[in-house]
């Protein structure tokens, strides 16, 4: 028994052809703002592709943008096949592809909410590439001297600006590695000498950030050396006084940023999957209806449209039947080339 029977008449399938094309064109507007989101979401990661370890965070984008392009392709051809449906003559030509085609729409579904899920599950992927990125990236802060990283002070400070953060995980991370490049250090000074003699690694550690974690919020004027030291200061008590410093580290507040990111296009990605599976259901109601008329020749007679033509389990059954007998067939083919090579051997 058919699964979702509707009987159509002339009137309804020529609205069904035309809904459906309008339906279609929409959809292509809607393949364009998913391939405009990917691309955004790209340029967004490659303006801070210094602090970010590897590549895996291009995936989403590069999935938006290829779902975009598919759904544009896929559309404007579902369009015309629809435009053509109310026309006999040219719908002939289509009608040995169309079943192949709605077969590559449900593919298509599938790869769209795969993407969809993907932009809402990755965030765990983002967090370890974030956090490794920025370890590095203040590593190599002080190089302004070296090619290769002379912008990485640069890049750290517009960073720590524009997100209002300080460090990878907060301000204190700066005091565990060396900042400050050597070519800014007076070695005949006995501060710095004790400094970098009382470290193993003979590296000048301080007690102090860059200025770009300064809060300019703050009433009091910025405090970034000496930051634990409560006699260096008036009135100052680092434990119990709010620092003039961003408190938040970066990597909590970019992974927070793309995120917000990732789920909006992830909830667009879902609307546009409802609206592409409305589409491919539409079509095989068109195609059904179409293969259903009784008599060709009287465009006003009655005909059934369908989603499936059996019941969901019917389907199921002869889908797997029809998969054994394809490795069935494989698997004898390779028998007949094996005993072809015997006696050519012999």
Not at 88 to 93: D, E, G, M, S, V
Not at 216 to 239: F, G, K
């Amino acid at each position: 028994m058919a699964l979702l029977k509707v009987k159509f008449d002339q009137k309804k399938r020529v609205k069904l052809a035309q809904g459906l094309w309008l339906m279609n064109w929409l959809s292509v507007l809607a393949g364009i703002i998913l391939f405009s989101l990917g691309l955004f979401l790209k340029i967004e990661l490659r303006k801070r592709s210094e602090v970010m370890n590897n590549s895996e965070s291009h995936f989403v984008p590069n999935s938006l943008i290829g779902v975009g392009v598919l759904s544009c392709v896929f559309n404007s051809l579902a369009g015309k096949i629809c435009y053509d449906a109310l026309d006999p003559a040219k719908y002939a030509k289509w009608k040995p592809w169309l079943k192949p085609y709605l077969a590559v729409c449900v593919l298509f579904n599938i790869l769209l909410f795969l993407v969809a899920l993907c932009c809402f599950l990755l965030r765990g992927s983002l967090e370890s590439t974030l956090a490794y990125g920025l370890k590095n990236g203040m590593k190599y802060y002080r190089d302004t001297d070296t090619p290769g990283r002379c912008f990485m002070k640069k890049t750290i400070d517009m960073l720590q600006i524009e997100f209002k953060c300080c460090g990878n995980n907060g301000f204190r991370d700066w005091f565990e590695i060396q900042w400050i490049s050597n070519r800014y250090l007076d070695f005949s000074s006995k501060e710095v000498k004790d400094r970098i003699k009382s470290n193993v690694d003979g590296r000048y550690l301080v007690d102090g950030v860059p200025f770009s974690c300064c809060n300019p919020s703050s009433p009091r004027p910025c405090i970034q050396y000496q930051l634990t030291n409560n006699s260096a200061h008036y009135s100052y008590d680092h434990q119990t006084e709010e620092l003039n410093l961003w408190l938040r580290g970066c990597r909590a507040a970019l992974l927070n940023y793309y995120s917000s990111l990732m789920n909006s296009m992830g909830v667009v990605t879902l609307l546009v999957w409802l609206f592409e599976v409305s589409i491919t259901a539409g079509l095989r109601y068109l195609h059904t209806a179409l293969e259903s008329v009784s008599n060709p020749e009287d465009p006003e007679c009655e005909s059934e449209g369908w989603l499936l033509e059996k019941s969901v389990p019917e389907t199921w059954k002869a889908f797997l039947e029809s998969f054994k007998k394809l490795g069935k067939s494989n698997q004898v083919e390779a028998e007949g080339a094996d005993a072809g090579q015997a006696p050519e051997a012999g």
